[in-house]
T-cell receptor
Framework: DAKTTQPPSMDCAEGRAANLPCNHSTISGNEYVYWYRQIHSQGPQYIIH???NNETNEMASLIITEDRKSSTLILPHATLRDTAVYYC????????????FGKGTKLTVNP | DAGITQSPRHKVTETGTPVTLRCHQT?????MYWYRQDPGHGLRLIHY???????DKGEVSDGYSVSRSKTEDFLLTLESATSSQTSVYFCAISEYRDVEQFFGPGTRLTVL
């Protein structure tokens, strides 16, 4: 079972930042937070992951609260191509090959 | 993007026929995976491989077999296709045993 809770849908204006929240209140000390997205009809795409420090890459930023019970994925300048379902999962790094997606958040970026 | 291709991309077949899907990678990653994705069930792991000739079952392996004779190729075979195997099949790769995986474009299989 997924150990995360995400809102089912969100909207964002093109060019604005999209902030996608995720609750993971039962996260263990050795579990990382991973984010994926799936654009319609395409394969899932890995975005970013982190343990407790904030992380940034060319796609997004990941902000994890100090108690690690929640996190936010930030797309700094959303485009129409960012419209997708975004999945937050928790897993020990190297501890599992089993990728379990919950229901995710459907992000719609509007012109 | 990770170098992963899947073939065929679309296939329609009849119940009882054998079907083989191919996943090819150019990243030299050790781990390769086959998933199926269905409405209401999300992504489910069928089989995975942790090296040449080393494979293991996932959560929905019944009716499927796999083979990996080369690092770059991972084959999924449906020995006798059934309508319940109509699905979208995704291949993924990873360098280590991890959920940081990179996915191929998918194969849409329809079994009539």
């Amino acid at each position: 079972d997924a150990k995360t809770t995400q809102p089912p849908s969100m909207d964002c204006a093109e060019g604005r930042a999209a902030n996608l929240p995720c609750n993971h209140s039962t996260i263990s000390g050795n579990e990382y937070v991973y984010w994926y997205r799936q654009i319609h009809s395409q394969g899932p795409q890995y975005i970013i992951h982190g343990l407790k420090n904030n992380e940034t890459n060319e796609m997004a930023s990941l902000i994890i609260t100090e108690d690690r019970k929640s996190s936010t994925l930030i797309l700094p300048h959303a485009t129409l191509r960012d419209t997708a379902v975004y999945y937050c999962i928790v897993s020990p790094q190297g501890g599992s090959e089993k990728l379990v997606f919950g229901k995710g958040t459907k992000l719609t970026v509007n012109p | 993007d990770a170098g992963i291709t899947q073939s065929p991309r679309h296939k329609v077949t009849e119940t009882g026929t054998p079907v083989t899907l191919r996943c090819h990678q150019t990243e030299n990653h050790r781990y390769m995976y086959w998933y199926r994705q269905d409405p209401g069930h999300g992504l489910r792991l069928i089989h995975y491989s942790y090296g040449v000739k080393d494979t293991d079952k996932g959560e929905v392996s019944d009716g499927y077999s796999v083979s990996r004779s080369k690092t770059e190729d991972f084959l999924l075979t449906l020995e006798s296709a059934t309508s319940s195997q109509t699905s979208v099949y995704f291949c993924a790769i990873s360098e280590y045993r991890d959920v940081e995986q990179f996915f191929g474009p998918g194969t849409r299989l329809t079994v009539l």
